[in-house]
């Protein structure tokens, strides 16, 4: 990738980066703040319910009373006893009395009601209660009174007291109707008539209209519903509150993830530039993994795997280089670079040693270079080695275009050399596909080897594997044998060969001979012995 183009992108991933926690915090404040006033809307509109509920029953209960006590005389003594001890004893009743063709003809208040005209009512509840929402007193001449009717009882209770509740915003709107009552019997501040209707079925809903969040809750034991509405602007105090606690976390988050991004984008640009100055200052090395054969428990050949030795000691495994230089165009070079050091490693082994073979790997791009067939010509020239002696592994990600594949592969094994698929099952090889190819082993991945025996649903593919390798008369190596249990399993089942950690684990060259040698000098006693 270029590279002005790569700081470019590395600064959007980075704006981004610090954009995204702070919008997402920004977001997050407007949906709490939301949250917050809502619940404090449902909170009045369920206090304005509990009061209009709480008058309600007293003033049934008082009629009650005074209904059950009747002695023939409404204004007896003993009734008036009661009135005034009913009006005492509840908290929201102002005064009860007893009325005769809409006069009241005694009440808790005294004497001095007798004959005051109530009037007729706005509206009668289903319940039979005559309703008057805007009562006059003479005593109370700025007051408006609410009088509840049945029979022959009145009871009067302040217009504002089922709304009389504590808020935080001054102008909150609050209400309780009557249902099926267009007006409401007492309310607050703006209050749209169609908010009750919009509880459906539903016992409380809360929505957003008119630039209010509204909360309506309705009486599960009167036909009544409390309305509670908050103006939007107090959205944005609460959304700023929880904004201010929010947005620096996000901005800290932002800043983290972009620094972090800042410091992998320099580390990945950082690579390909000490990759080439490894090469050139030799800090690449090879490590060789022994390749048993299963039958015989022998070593017959190896594997060269690639290890970098950064200045400061620091080791760096391929699976962290390789893509980057692949992806780098540096690929080639280190390719050469395991080719010498191949040469240098192993090739007076194998010249004494002509059963021996050593495994090179391949990455797609070392297939299309035309430089491949010198490489390996060069190997077999420097070091007196057989190009049979000389497997090329090549992973099933290069073979995606087989066309341009096929030629190369017979062109290698035309000079003698050998070639692996590796990885094999982990990419998109079918028969048809493999059977295109001139290829002499499969290497059988190790994510299957370690699923033999076991409940993984991949289990059963290595049996699959055998069997393709079988039809298209393939030798099998298995990759990342751990296991007795594995090594048997393979045996049993006609795989040949082996690489694992239950044999060996990638050791430096001088190693491996001298435990080639230890072998051998074993079994020489051993035979000896026999
Ligand atoms: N193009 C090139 N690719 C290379 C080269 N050298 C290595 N590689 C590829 O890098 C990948 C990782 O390799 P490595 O970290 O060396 O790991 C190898 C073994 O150490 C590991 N292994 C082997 N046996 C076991 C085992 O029993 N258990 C276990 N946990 N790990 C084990 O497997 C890796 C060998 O893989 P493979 O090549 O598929 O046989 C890896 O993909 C290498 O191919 C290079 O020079 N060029």
């Known amino acids: 990738m270029n590279k002005s183009i790569a700081i470019a992108l590395t600064l959007v991933v980075a704006t981004v980066a610090v954009g995204l926690p702070v919008w997402l915090a920004i977001v997050e404040s407007e949906r709490q703040g939301l949250e917050a006033v809502t619940e404090r809307t449902l909170g009045y509109a369920r206090d304005v ?14 009629f009650a009373r005074l209904t059950a ?12 006893g009661m009135m005034r001890q009913i009006d005492l004893s509840s908290k929201y009743v102002q005064a009860i009395g007893y009325l005769e063709d809409g006069r ?4 808790s208040l005294g004497r001095d009601t007798k004959g005051l005209l109530i009037g007729s009512p706005d509206f009668m509840t289903s319940g039979g209660v005559a309703v008057h929402k805007n009562l006059r007193l003479p005593f109370a001449p700025l007051e408006t009174f609410i009088a509840l009717r049945q029979n022959h009882y009145v009871a009067v209770i302040h217009k504002d007291l089922p709304i009389d509740i504590t808020t935080t915003e001054q102008d909150s709107s609050l209400a309780i109707f009557v249902l099926g009552e267009a007006t409401p019997m007492s309310s607050r501040g703006f209050v749209n008539r169609d908010w009750v ?3 459906g079925r539903r016992s409380e809903a809360t929505f957003i209209d008119s630039g209010h969040v509204v909360a309506v809750a309705k009486s599960t034991r009167y036909r009544s519903a409390a309305v509670a509405a908050v103006p939007m602007h107090h959205l944005s105090t609460r959304t700023r509150e929880v904004a201010l606690r929010l947005v620096p976390v996000g901005i800290v988050a932002g800043v983290v993830l972009a620094i972090a991004v800042l410091l992998l984008a320099r580390t990945q640009m950082a690579i390909p530039a000490a990759i080439k100055s490894g090469l050139k200052r030799r800090q690449f090395f090879l490590l060789y993994q022994p390749v048993v054969d299963l039958a015989t428990g022998e070593w017959v050949g190896a594997e060269a795997l690639i290890r970098w030795r950064r200045p400061g000691g620091e080791l760096i495994m391929p699976d962290f280089f390789i893509p980057l230089a692949e992806q780098n165009g540096l690929i080639e070079q280190l390719t050469h670079c395991v080719f010498q050091l191949v040469a240098r490693d192993a090739g007076t082994f194998m010249q004494r040693h002509p059963a021996f073979h050593i495994a090179i790997n391949l990455s797609a791009a070392d297939l299309h270079s035309p430089h491949l067939l010198t490489l390996l010509d060069g190997l077999s020239a420097e070091t007196g080695v057989s190009p049979h002696n000389v497997l090329v592994e090549i992973t099933e990600r290069g073979l995606v275009n087989v066309d341009a594949v096929r030629q190369v592969l017979h062109d290698v094994r035309a000079k003698g050399f050998r070639i692996a698929i590796d990885d094999f099952g982990t990419g998109y090889s079918s028969l048809s596909y493999l059977e295109a190819l001139e290829v002499d082993y499969l290497k059988i991945d190790k994510s299957f ?11 059963n593919v290595v049996h699959h594997i055998i069997g393709m390798a079988k039809s298209l008369e393939l030798r099998m190596i298995a990759e990342g044998v751990e296991t007795q249990e594995q090594a048997h399993f393979l045996r049993e089942r006609g795989v040949e060969f082996a690489q694992g950690w239950l044999f060996g684990k990638a050791m430096p060259f001088t190693e491996l001979e001298q435990q080639m040698l230890g072998r051998a000098t074993a079994a020489m006693e051993e035979q000896q012995q026999v």
């Open 69 to 80: 006590s009747a002695d023939g005389n409404p204004c007896s003594e003993t009734q008036l």
């Open 449 to 459: 080897i370690d699923a033999i025996a076991t409940e993984a649903p991949t289990s």
């Open 197 to 199: 209707g919009r509880l």
């Open 104 to 107: 009241l003809l005694c009440s």
């Open 49 to 62: 319910l509990r009061r209009s509920d709480s008058t309600a029953d007293q003033v049934a209960n008082g």
